[in-house]
């Protein structure tokens, strides 16, 4: 079984998945120019062969609170593409709309998916 078709199953999928979400305030004004940004430059992360898939949510509770979620093969993978000078250039991208922001990464333990 693969690491997606663990994930997509339901299946037990420990340490098939890592996890990593960014927790993002934007200035306010500026969400849409981020969202675009974020879209138009969502090739960098996408583009790794580690990476399974990637999100960006704008939360329903919080004014200028967007999350950005992506999936990898492994840990190792993602610390790998993390040291990288395409993910550096990405990050400067996005920092001018950012007023502050998290990072919280973790491994998927079940997904129930349809």
Not at 16 to 36: A, K, N
Request: proline content about 4%; hydrophobic content about 40%.
């Amino acid at each position: 079984m693969t690491q997606t078709e663990a994930v997509v199953s339901g299946r037990p999928a420990e340490g098939t998945v890592f996890r990593v979400m960014l927790r993002m305030q934007i200035h306010p004004g500026m969400e849409r120019e981020f969202e675009r940004v974020w879209h138009d430059t969502s090739g960098v992360i996408g583009g790794n062969p580690a990476n399974i898939g990637q999100w960006l949510l704008r939360s329903a509770e919080e004014e200028s609170v967007y999350y950005i979620m992506s999936d990898w093969v492994d840990e190792p993978s993602f610390r790998a593409f993390e040291g990288t000078a395409e993910h550096v250039e990405h990050r400067v991208k996005l920092h001018p709309y950012r007023s502050n922001g998290t990072m919280t990464a973790m491994n998927v333990i079940y997904a129930l998916c349809r």
